[in-house]
């Protein structure tokens, strides 16, 4: 028996039915008004919500919403309590919720509220999508590029809370265990933190990271780590993310070697790249490639610090959405503080909290609500009916409250000025334009692709110049010159003959074997001048590795080939230069 909450008779709860969400068309959909500003931003977020949801669907669909305490609201309510039984087992039971912001209490035994609620119903992965929309102020040149999904663990890390103040006998406890059974050295007093990343935490993450990618047709999923450092914790995080995708994914999934290595830099049809990047160059290449990156799926410090720096790149923090889930139960937030010295003034942008619950329309199902919303939002927005922070940084705007910012939006949706099929075409063609171009660079220039993408080369697949133009054994020389001058290459792969050898013919072979010798090019097949047999080498060997392959057999290049000995490309020691050159010793 409950001791406040009230689920409305007139909804039916979601269920869970084998591992997979089934939504009613009048779904009780939770909410936690929230402290400070929330009360105001949450009146008028479900206002828009509504009304969205019965305009999209001409009252088929309708949410019936129960109020859930947490907070303040809570506090008053159960005697102090500020995270009451009752509230997490009906988060839980609902299976989706959302919340506005909460103040955590000071000394009430949390080190914040909405740690306690992920660890508590064990959220995982909290996921804040960034994207621009036309109108809002930015400091970047073209924020449209930004369109990213970051999906950040959220049980792990540092986070885990695993630290030892200074000074303390725990701290000294593990320092001399440290110090004497590990060999470890540091500074004396040091406060000592643990950082746990596990198998377990890093794979549903990834899991879901990538699901959500397929789900939604995105084209790749970028793992975040600081490997390079941090070998057994976030270098494993990136290892395990890997093998989740190869080992669970296969089908649908091509490693960012793969792309370049295999197809030429042409992504194929439905496949998902799954790639990876320092955790420091991302933050550079969020600035200046944005574009280049669809998921991110990281740890929880690089999570923290990349989704609010991301979201400062389309507006801030204050129209930023996130949401907390496990496999199935998702609580949706906003992503901002309580602002108490705005609360009860109707006077802050309700973004972040309207765009969350943009995210749980998605999450139900419910895409054409969603979308209805983003469009009326743009529209009132580069009309430039805005509230107090956005009037401040757009000339001629209407500075309007928060309740007047939610009439303007549901009267935008209600007139009929917004073209819904129409703002979902552009947006879907705008996408694949913008893919069609990345790919061409990709197949026309792929060092230079994997330079500004800042991608680090570190096996021969990274580097090698893909499929090799192959001719028949019985292939005159002079046709194969031609060829070779055609396709401006150097030389040409040579297919077996009667010795069942591949080979391959270089432009100095055919100078010291066929002019140098006086031999007419026209009456010579390229298989008896060809060097056999190829030397070759794996896909996965090292740059360094292979470097050494060729200085210790006094030979310029070697083609890589696959499992079963088939020619997949050619490195040569042009190409290593190039890339120490360009990126110093790889690691």
Excluded at 78 to 83: S, T
Excluded at 247 to 258: A, Q
Excluded at 340 to 361: C, E, I, R, T
Excluded at 461 to 481: C, K, R, W, Y
């Amino acid at each position: 028996m409950t001791q406040h909450i009230q689920y409305p008779e007139s909804g039916e709860k979601i269920r869970v039915v084998d591992g997979r969400m089934q939504v009613p068309d009048n779904p009780i959909l939770g909410y936690v008004e929230g402290d400070g500003i929330g009360p105001d931003i949450t009146r008028a977020s479900m206002r828009i919500w509504d009304a969205a949801v019965e305009k999209a669907y001409g009252g088929k669909r309708k949410v019936h919403w129960a109020e859930l305490y947490m907070g303040e609201k809570a506090a008053g309510l159960y005697d102090g309590d500020y995270f009451p039984a009752e509230t997490q087992e009906a988060l839980e039971d609902l299976i989706v919720s959302i919340k506005g912001p909460l103040t955590t209490p000071v000394g009430g035994g949390f080190r914040s509220l909405n740690v306690a609620l992920r660890q508590k119903l064990d959220l995982y992965a909290c996921v804040r999508p960034v994207r621009h929309y036309d109108g809002v102020p930015s400091p970047l040149q073209k924020p449209e590029e930004v369109d990213v999904v970051i999906f950040r663990e959220n049980t792990e890390d540092v986070y885990a809370g695993l630290e030892y103040q200074s000074g303390t006998d725990e701290n000294r406890k593990l320092a001399k265990f440290l110090r004497e059974e590990m060999g470890a050295t540091f500074f004396d007093d040091a406060g000592l933190g643990v950082k746990p990343i596990s198998p377990f935490g890093s794979k549903r993450l990834v899991r879901k990271a990538i699901q959500y990618a397929i789900d939604n047709n995105r084209e790749s999923v970028t793992l975040v780590h600081k490997g390079n450092i941090m070998k057994f914790t976030e270098g494993a995080f990136r290892s395990w993310g890997y093998e989740v995708a190869r080992e669970e994914f296969g089908d649908v999934t091509i490693t960012e070697d793969e792309l370049y290595s295999t197809y030429g830099g042409k992504r194929p049809e439905g496949k998902i790249v799954i790639k990876d990047r320092i955790a420091d160059i991302i933050f550079q290449l969020m600035l200046l490639r944005p574009n280049d990156f669809d998921v991110l799926a990281t740890m929880n410090l690089n999570g923290d610090y990349l989704s609010d720096a991301c979201a400062a790149e389309v507006g801030g923090i204050g129209i930023a959405p996130g949401a907390n889930m496990s496999d199935n139960v998702a609580v949706f937030e906003a992503t901002h503080g309580t602002a108490p010295k705005y609360a009860n003034q109707d006077k802050v942008n309700p973004g972040s909290l309207l765009f969350s619950g943009v995210m749980m329309l998605e999450y139900i199902g419910w895409q054409e609500a969603a979308d209805l919303i983003r469009a009326a939002y743009q529209k009132v927005v580069t009309s430039r009916i805005v509230t107090y922070d956005f009037a401040r940084q757009i000339e001629g705007a209407t500075e309007v409250k928060t309740s007047q910012f939610a009439d303007a939006i549901i009267e935008t949706m209600q007139s009929g000025r917004v073209d819904l099929a129409k703002y979902q075409q552009e947006r879907e063609q705008a996408i694949e334009q913008d893919r069609k171009v990345r790919e061409l660079r990709r197949v026309s220039s792929p060092l230079e692709e994997m330079i500004a993408s800042g991608r680090t080369p570190h096996t021969v697949g990274d580097l090698m110049n893909p499929n090799p133009v192959s001719v028949p054994a019985e292939t005159s020389v002079e046709d194969a010159m031609h060829l070779m001058r055609e396709k401006r290459i150097s030389s040409v792969i040579t297919q077996p003959g009667p010795d069942g050898d591949w080979g391959i013919m270089t432009q100095r072979d055919v100078i010291s074997r066929i002019v140098s010798k006086n031999r007419q090019p026209s009456s010579v097949r390229v298989d008896e001048v060809a060097s056999k047999p190829l030397k070759t080498v794996p896909l996965d060997m090292s740059l360094h590795d292979c470097a050494e392959k060729m200085a210790s057999e006094n030979i310029r290049r070697v083609v890589v080939v696959d499992n079963v000995g088939e020619p997949l490309g050619i490195i040569s020691d042009t190409d290593i230069f190039a890339s120490v050159e360009q990126f110093g010793l790889p690691e």
